[in-house]
T-cell receptor, first 108, second 114 residues
Framework: QKEVEQDPGPLSVPEGAIVSLNCTYS??????FMWYRQYSRKGPELLMY????GNKEDGRFTAQVDKSSKYISLFIRDSQPSDSATYLC????????FGTGTRLAVRP | NAGVTQTPKFRILKIGQSMTLQCAQD?????MYWYRQDPGMGLKLIYY???????DKGEVPNGYNVSRSTTEDFPLRLELAAPSQTSVYFC?????????????FGPGTRLTVT
């Protein structure tokens, strides 16, 4: 079993849609749950993170962690074409374990 | 600050050739990392370093070597290039003792081995 599983997509949605991106993980020692965004041919950049179970909101983005089921989610409200990118979940601590990434396309 | 810089941006190597991928950061970060990213495979950690003079293997270290003589630089060496090393290589850094250890990535080096 992979340490982090993420549906690779691609996911295509119309502008304004609510997007749900998900990961599962197997290592209960993971302390932080990061979401990185990677535009085509660029390096990943940190979008947001959570430390414990529950929700964290930042503008149109909400990160959610359920440690009991080892499930990580990222929700994007009112999606925009500029959100078109690959989203990588990365649980861990001083070292991160990256999911394969979900490619998202938001159609105008 | 330039952040994390990587050179070269692109490189084509022949099988058996050697090269060094350069990585530098100007943020005074102690932690530095090398990843490779293959299509559909996510980022795999090759080597990492927690400070000058200290390096350790990651998940996929075979075929690579690193050194860390200064805080700023963390070069990755490929000694005998193989087609399996065709990939995009990312260097990252993060500040020490400052959770959640946010990693800042460079723009990547696209390497093709033929």
């Amino acid at each position: 079993q992979k340490e982090v599983e993420q549906d690779p997509g691609p996911l295509s949605v119309p502008e304004g849609a609510i997007v749900s991106l998900n990961c599962t993980y197997s290592n209960s020692a993971f302390q932080y749950f990061m979401w990185y965004r990677q535009y085509s041919r660029k390096g990943p950049e940190l979008l947001m993170y959570t430390y414990s179970s529950g929700n964290k909101e930042d503008g149109r983005f909400t990160a959610q962690v359920d440690k009991s089921s080892k499930y990580i989610s990222l929700f994007i409200r009112d999606s925009q074409p500029s959100d078109s990118a690959t989203y990588l979940c990365a649980p861990g601590g001083d070292k991160l374990t990256f999911g394969t990434g979900t490619r998202l396309a938001v159609r105008p | 600050n330039a952040g994390v810089t990587q050179t070269p941006k692109f490189r084509i190597l022949k099988i058996g050739q050697s090269m060094t991928l350069q990585c530098a950061q100007d943020m005074n970060h102690n932690y530095m990392y090398w990843y490779r990213q293959d299509p559909g495979m996510g980022l795999k950690l090759i080597y990492y370093s927690v400070g000058a003079g200290i390096t350790d293997k990651g998940e996929v270290p075979n075929g690579y070597n690193v050194s860390r003589s200064t805080t700023e630089d963390f070069p990755l060496r490929l000694e005998l290039a193989a087609p399996s090393q065709t990939s995009v290589y990312f260097c990252a850094s993060s500040p020490p003792h400052r959770e959640p250890y946010e990693q800042y990535f460079g723009p990547g080096t696209r390497l093709t081995v033929t």
